[in-house]
């Protein structure tokens, strides 16, 4: 009888070759909305509290509570906010400009965050 759990050295090859790239593409997914380490704490603020579908109204209020200034926007399916915080690592303040982006039922999809011009963060 023959033994179907031994595969030819080619095959074997080519399934261990695609293991180690979804290992490696996987360990090299950013889980953060911005590539800046000086807003990293920033950036989990709202990961943290305004899951993915938050109504825009709990958005509004979580900044509101926050005192995070809101911009005017043209786009009626984003809310712009300017969040300062300072990082309890290394004791350096850092500003972001936070886009907060809502499907058509006003449901948050996602947001984008960069470093808002006047900050005090060094490099």
Not at 3 to 11: E, G, I, T, Y
Not at 37 to 58: C, K, N, V, Y
Request: overall charge neutral; some cysteine; proline content about 6%.
């Amino acid at each position: 009888m023959k033994n179907l759990c031994h595969l030819p050295r080619s095959s074997a090859g080519f399934l261990w070759f695609g293991v180690f790239t979804i290992l490696a593409l996987a360990g090299c997914k950013q889980n953060g909305h911005t590539s800046d380490p000086r807003l990293r704490q920033i950036d989990e603020m709202p990961d943290s509290q305004l899951p993915s579908g938050a109504a825009r109204s709990r958005v509004t209020f979580y900044l509101s509570s926050q005192n995070f200034p809101v911009e005017d926007s043209c786009d009626h399916h984003e809310i712009v906010a300017i969040v300062h915080h300072v990082d309890t690592d290394t004791l350096q303040p850092a500003t972001a400009r936070v886009t907060f982006h809502f499907d058509t039922r006003n449901n948050l999809k996602s947001y984008e965050l960069v470093t808002a011009a006047g900050t005090l963060s060094r490099p």
